[in-house]
C-alpha cells in the first residue's frame, strides 16, 4: 500500500551563539517573525540557555523579558505582546497525563497564541505536527552550538537565522 501523505519537510540551520547578550539576540530575531499558532519546543541541559532564548523572543513580540521567569513549578506562563505567548517547562512533569490536566492542550489548540516549551525532550508527545525545534549545546561561559529545525510548512522558508557578525 502507497502512502498518499507526503513528507514532512525538514531544515536545519546550525548556529553559534558566543555570549547569553548574542542568544537573547537570536530570540529577538525569531520573536520579530513569530506568528499566532506557532510551536516553538527547546531543549538543551540545565543552564544552556533556553530561558535567555525564550526572554529574547518574548522581547522581539514586544513583551517586557522581565515578566519573563521560569515557569518551572507552574508549568505555563501566558504573557501578550504583539500577539499572546504561553511559555512552559516541562522539566518537571511526569507523563502526558500530567501534561492534560494543566490544560495545556487547550492553549495549543485554540491557535491564537506562540507557544514556547522548555523542556519538549520530557514529553515529546505533545510536540503538534509542525513546530520548531531550538536545541543549544553547550553551559556554563562556553559558546552554544544552536541548531534550528524547521517541521513542517509552515515554517519553511521563515526564520532564516544566521550567526552573529
Ligand atoms: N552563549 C550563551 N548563551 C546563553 N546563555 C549563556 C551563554 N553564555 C553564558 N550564558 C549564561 O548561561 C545561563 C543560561 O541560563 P538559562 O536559565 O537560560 O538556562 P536554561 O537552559 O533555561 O536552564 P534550565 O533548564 O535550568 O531552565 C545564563 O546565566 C546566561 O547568562
Ligand atoms: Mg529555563
Redesign the pocket.
Known amino acids: 500500500m502507497t502512502s498518499t501523505s507526503s513528507p514532512t519537510p525538514t531544515t536545519t540551520d546550525r548556529l553559534t551563539i558566543a555570549t547569553a547578550d548574542d542568544m537573547f539576540a537570536l530570540g529577538q530575531r525569531i520573536g520579530a517573525e513569530l506568528l499566532p499558532g506557532d510551536f516553538i519546543g527547546?531543549t538543551g541541559d540545565?543552564?544552556?540557555?533556553?530561558?535567555?532564548l525564550?526572554r529574547g523572543i518574548c522581547a522581539g513580540c514586544g513583551i517586557d523579558p522581565c515578566e519573563v521567569m521560569?515557569p518551572?513549578f507552574v508549568i505555563v506562563v501566558s504573557h501578550r505582546g504583539r500577539l499572546a505567548i504561553h511559555h512552559a517547562?516541562f522539566?518537571r512533569l511526569g507523563d502526558m497525563d500530567e501534561l492534560y490536566a494543566t490544560g495545556f492542550d487547550d492553549l495549543v489548540n485554540d491557535g491564537r497564541a506562540a507557544i514556547l516549551v522548555?523542556?519538549i525532550d520530557r514529553i515529546p508527545e505533545a510536540l503538534p505536527p509542525e513546530y520548531l525545534r531550538v536545541h543549544i549545546d553547550g553551559c556554563g561561559e562556553a559558546p552554544r552550538e544552536v541548531f534550528v529545525e524547521r517541521v513542517g510548512p509552515r515554517f519553511e522558508g521563515r526564520l532564516a537565522l544566521q550567526n552573529p557578525q
Open positions: 527547546l540545565l543552564g544552556a540557555g533556553k530561558s535567555v525564550v521560569s518551572t517547562d522539566y522548555e523542556w
